[in-house]
């Protein structure tokens, strides 16, 4: 193999991007194409790269800015599902983009952004993964721009989060670097002491928010609204995800070694736990399809950051298998979101309802991915949750119960979702709705039958992909593959599950409808004022942190509105008042003129005396 | 005997060249045009020339009666190259935007003159020359400043001219305690008179004073903003890419090149650093006039090159010298993207325009790839200067500083946005049915030049880090 083949992940989507800017307005479905068969290319190379190891060094400016790249395991796993994920997300997009505007552009970003995640997910140089990680922020802008006329608000949203938190990454790669004395990210083991663990804290920060763990998460609900769809399921819900765990499991496995025993572990959980929570919370009481789904993108990453913030092997493997997990589900969630959008015109979940009959092979890749979230038995989410639930369990059982009420709540929103979108009486004038085009129904299966390959035939995934990435040494001989989970923690699974089942019932059938199986919670005593000041936005971190801004920026106005009075008032008043003093003098009499020389005459003398 | 004659022409082509101009001007506009650029170019081409000797550790100097007039070494070979790099370009935009405007003459001969000033600043090595020149470029600012000379634009003309030669006044005191202390002006004699002694205080906080005000640091700063009333390729030439860089290069020639100084200095003067970039940045989200805005914006980043100058270690002081690379590049592009927007749309007000990327596409691209670099958003050039500057302020393990210029790059990607949002996206707010043209072809392929010269920045990084490297380890006297 030529060591320059490592190159290809990165060039072969990069110069396809660049590309893709050339075809005309009126060529769309040529780039849709164009734009599929490379990621098809990049996926055949992608796969062939998988389990080989190389590594490239060129140099690239000076102070030890090195171009330097590494394909091992790990990188070499998250690039091949990144790849699948462009192929099958470029496929649905040639049948549902078909129609939009700025096509030549929404490719161009696609290819754009596979190319800068390649090159964050190989580089072994800390400048250079930054150099590609922060790059994304500019296809990211560019993507949600291109969504609808009024979504560069969103667009500047999202711009802002993913900088500041990138900002902070560059913070914590400087503190690494300087700590380590170099910049080869193979070559840094550092251990956890105060600085390292603030260095650390930067870098994670980092790390959640490319992930959209909060409280980083607010751009993503706007986004799902106001970009394109695919855009969703290929960025927040997949590349994103992976490249943040990547990146947080590189930090707390290899740079530096996160244990139990650090302060950094709990802090870790709590973010996970919380994230969890509040945003499974949000999701239960939206009304619209995606937006729904986008506050499950947040959710999710909240029992990744749990899992490796356990710091023990069970929980980190859990972790990262509901990353890759996640990915899958989330992404075939929002595909089937986009076909009922393409097919039905709308995914407000109030105008929708029974396209079981009319759409029902996306119905069943609902079904699959539905169950796969909410961690039913055999699916694959159902085996990475209870790997991190054995994680959270092990250090303490109230990281397990909130874990656990996460769950029932996902479980209660998505039987209410699909009961609302799919079940219950078609809308009125949804009599013609069709089922979807083959390009978007294809990769929704794929999905969906490998969300029940990863679940039912777990070994398969966990031993060849997820388990070596701790390596044999910090896995001591354990495996986690299979079914031999504890039987008390699977029936509270379980019993959790037919919770919701039961729930969803009572409230299905006290509101009449699926849509509002989940007022007796959105409209709970306490609840209610909450989700109402929730839903203004009034708790958005976002929102926040500009009301902060605003007041630095009137109080820095004052300052310098201060100075500038005192060069434009004061001293013109002041010189003012002085010159007219002298001017005073200046009486045109010789006398006064004679009395004034006399006067400084006898004080010169004076002074020349004193001096003698 | 070669080189010596180009660092001669590097600074004399423009300097003398630009008296010309006016002659040349009465009689054809072209010509007058054309050799103008050509001026600024013979200064580009020479110092480039310069490169290959210098990054192998030598240095020129010229000498006139036993005297050093002109001397060059990499960091001077370095700002002169980023000097009139982009006075290069303004001045093709120049051709586009003056066209219209009266005073045409006096307009290139004081572009002119000040750019051979700011030759002969970089290139000086003796105190007295630097001062002659740096008066000289307050002269000719001052004459830019008030180019429409509206009664208002005038007596904000003599507020720059005010502060920024009060400033120098001062600065010339300071150099004469140095003068009582080591005997000599010139550079070489002081440093062999000083023998790594550092230099009294007194004279530091009276230079500072000098390099302060004409580098706009807060609280001499508010000159700048005003100043916007020129004409934009001179805000641009002026207040971005050149003008303001005066105080930095002075500060890095004198005090770590040198000088010693006390090390209280290497905490002093990041502390105002970081006070003045803060105070602009809020500043900046407030304002809604372009120019202004853009203005507020230059100080702010000021800040950060001198604190990468000042914070006392090596990856600081290359992160400090490269950022005068990128943010020239950039802020001048950002500014001559006003120029474009506020001649076309007719106001310069912020709030009343929006929507004009459907009709200046072009403009809004590069305003936009201009505005990532100020921001420090790879793979533009200027992610690797903000990166390097936070990581020497990260190195010198200030707490306190290294969070202040880290609220003032969040705030810097916040008030760029705004802006860009602001003139470019949604909904228009001009006159209805007023929808304003893309500028003149020079004016578009200036601003697209530079744009696209900040990516290619920092996807070549190698050059002009390479180039830094040599300029800080001869600073530092390593080699």
């Not at chain 1, 299966?445 to 997820?466: D, K, T, Y």
């Not at chain 2, 507020?159 to 202390?181: C, R, S």
């Not at chain 2, 950039?330 to 009343?352: M, R, S, W, Y």
Request: net charge positive; charged share 10%; proline share 4%.
């Amino acid at each position: 193999m030529s060591i320059n083949f490592i190159f290809e992940p990165i060039a072969l989507p990069l110069a396809a991007g660049i590309i893709a800017l050339l075809f005309r307005r009126e060529q769309g479905k040529a780039c849709a194409w164009f734009c599929t068969a490379v990621t098809a290319a990049h996926l055949a190379i992608a796969t062939y790269l998988f389990g080989k190891e190389a590594s490239l060094t060129l140099p690239w400016g000076a102070f030890g800015f090195e171009f330097s790249l590494k394909l091992y395991h790990f990188s070499g796993f998250i690039m091949l599902a990144a790849a699948g994920f462009g192929f099958l997300i470029s496929l649905y997009s040639t049948a549902f983009m078909n129609d939009r505007r700025f096509l030549n552009q929404y490719y161009a970003y696609f290819l754009l952004t596979l190319g800068m995640v390649n090159g964050a997910v190989l580089a072994d140089n800390l400048i250079v993964m930054l150099f590609f990680w922060e790059s994304l922020l500019l296809t990211l802008f560019g993507m949600i721009i291109i969504g609808q006329p009024q979504a560069f608000k969103t667009a500047v949203k999202a711009f802002i989060i993913s900088g500041v938190a990138d900002l902070c990454m560059m913070v914590g790669i400087g503190m690494t670097i300087y700590m380590a004395g170099t910049m080869t990210m193979s070559q840094i083991h550092l251990p956890l002491d105060t600085w390292s663990s603030v260095a650390f804290v930067f870098l994670m920060i980092g790390a959640i928010a490319k992930a959209g763990a909060m409280p980083f998460h607010s751009w993503i609900p706007d986004a799902a609204v106001d970009a394109p769809l695919p855009f969703m399921a290929l960025v927040p819900a997949a590349l994103e995800k992976l490249l943040g765990i990547y990146f947080l499991a590189r930090i707390s496995l290899d740079l530096f070694v996160l244990n139990p025993r650090s302060w950094l572990s709990p802090l870790l959980m709590v973010i996970g736990c919380i994230t969890i929570l509040l945003a499974v919370m949000m999701a239960l009481i939206q009304r619209d399809y995606k937006r729904l789904l986008s506050f499950h993108a947040i959710s999710q990453v909240g029992y990744m950051i749990l899992g490796i913030g356990t710091a023990v092997p069970v929980g980190i493997v859990g972790g990262l298998f509901h990353m890759i997990n996640h990915a899958m589900y989330k992404s075939c969630l929002f595909l089937s979101g986009g076909a009922v959008e393409k097919q039905a015109g709308t995914t407000d979940l109030a105008k929708l309802g029974g396209l079981r009959a009319q759409m029902p092979v996306t119905f069943i890749c609902f079904v699959v991915a539905a169950a796969s979230i909410s961690g039913v038995p055999p699916f694959n989410g159902f085996i990475s949750k209870e790997l991190i639930y054995d994680g959270a369990l092990e250090r303490h059982w109230l990281y397990y119960a909130a874990a656990l009420l996460g769950s029932f709540l996902t479980a209660a929103s998505f039987l209410k979702l699909g009961h609302a979108a799919y079940l219950g009486k078609p809308a009125a004038n949804h009599s013609k709705v069709q089922e979807a085009p083959a390009a978007m129904l294809i990769p929704m299966i794929i999905i969906a039958v490998l969300c029940l390959v990863f679940g039912l035939w777990n070994a398969l995934p966990l031993n060849n992909l997820i388990q070596p990435i701790l390596g044999e040494a910090r896995l001591e001989g354990h495996t986690f593959a299979g079914w031999h989970f504890s039987v008390t923690l699977v029936l509270l699974t379980v019993l959790v599950l037919i919770g919701a089942f039961l729930n969803h019932i009572w409230g299905a059938k006290r509101a009449g409808n699926g849509l509002g199986a989940a007022d007796h919670i959105h409209y709970a005593p306490v609840l209610h004022p909450l989700y109402d000041k929730a839903e203004r936005r009034l708790f958005d971190p976002y929102e926040i942190g500009l009301k902060i801004v605003r007041v630095i920026a009137r109080i820095a106005w004052g300052v310098d509105r201060g100075i500038d009075y005192l060069y434009d008032t004061v001293a013109v008043k002041v010189t003012y008042a002085f010159t007219s003093g002298i001017r005073k003098a200046h009486t045109g009499s010789l006398l006064a003129y004679l009395s004034w020389s006399l006067a400084g005459l006898i004080v010169i003398i004076a002074l020349i005396m004193g001096g003698i | 005997m070669k080189f010596e004659c180009i660092l001669s022409l590097a600074v004399l082509a423009p300097l003398l060249g630009s008296l010309l101009l006016p002659l040349i001007g009465r009689w054809s506009e072209r010509t007058r045009n054309w050799l103008s650029l050509i001026l600024v170019l013979t200064s580009l081409c020479m110092a480039a020339m310069l490169i290959p000797l210098v990054t192998a550790g030598l240095t020129v100097s010229v000498q006139l009666a036993g005297f050093t007039l002109f001397y060059a070494d990499t960091l001077a070979v370095f700002m002169a190259i980023v000097s009139s790099l982009v006075g290069a370009v303004i001045v093709l935009y120049s051709f586009g935007y003056i066209s219209h405007y009266p005073w045409r003459n006096e307009y290139y001969f004081m572009v002119v003159l000040f750019l051979g000033a700011m030759m002969g600043l970089i290139f000086a090595r003796n105190l007295l020359i630097l001062y002659l020149f740096w008066e000289i470029t307050a002269f000719a600012c001052w004459r830019l400043i008030g180019f429409f000379r509206e009664k208002s634009y005038v007596l904000k003309a003599d507020k720059a001219f005010l502060v920024t030669v009060g400033g120098a006044l001062v600065m010339l005191l300071g150099f004469i305690i140095i003068y009582n202390q080591t005997g000599s002006f010139d550079l070489d004699q002081i440093q062999k008179a000083l023998h790594g002694r550092p230099i009294a205080n007194i004279a530091v906080v009276l230079i500072l004073f000098g390099i302060l005000s004409k580098s706009a640091t807060v609280p001499l700063h508010t000159w700048l903003p005003d100043a916007g009333v020129a004409p934009s390729p001179v805000t641009a030439l002026l207040h971005a890419a050149v003008l303001v860089k005066i105080g930095v290069y002075v500060y890095a020639r004198l005090f770590l090149t040198g000088m010693e100084i006390e090390p209280i200095w290497h905490t002093v003067v990041p502390a105002i650093a970081a006070i003045s970039a803060l105070v602009s940045a809020g500043a900046a989200l407030i304002e809604t006039n372009l120019k202004r805005l853009i203005a507020y914006s230059t100080i702010s980043q000021i800040g950060f090159i001198f604190l990468g100058l000042s914070i006392g270690n090596e990856i600081g002081i290359a992160g400090g010298l490269l950022y005068i690379l990128m943010h020239g590049i950039a802020k001048g592009g950002l500014f001559l993207c006003a120029g474009i927007v506020e001649q076309n749309a007719k106001t310069k007000d912020i709030t009343k325009m929006g929507g004009l990327i459907t009709t200046m596409p072009v403009t809004a691209v590069a305003f936009l790839l201009c505005a990532f670099s100020v921001m420090g958003i790879p793979p533009m050039g200027g992610f690797f200067s903000k990166y390097m500057v936070i990581t020497g302020a990260v190195t010198s393990g200030n707490i306190v500083i290294t969070l202040t210029f880290l609220v003032g790059a969040f705030l810097t990607i916040i008030y760029l946005l705004r802006a860009f949002t602001l003139v470019f996206l949604g909904e228009s707010k001009l006159a209805p049915g007023f929808r304003p043209a893309e500028g003149s072809p020079s004016m578009v392929f200036s601003v697209a030049f530079l744009g696209v010269l900040s990516i290619i920045s920092g996807l070549f990084i190698n050059f002009p880090s390479q180039l830094v490297q040599t300029a800080v380890h001869q600073m530092l006297g390593l080699i």
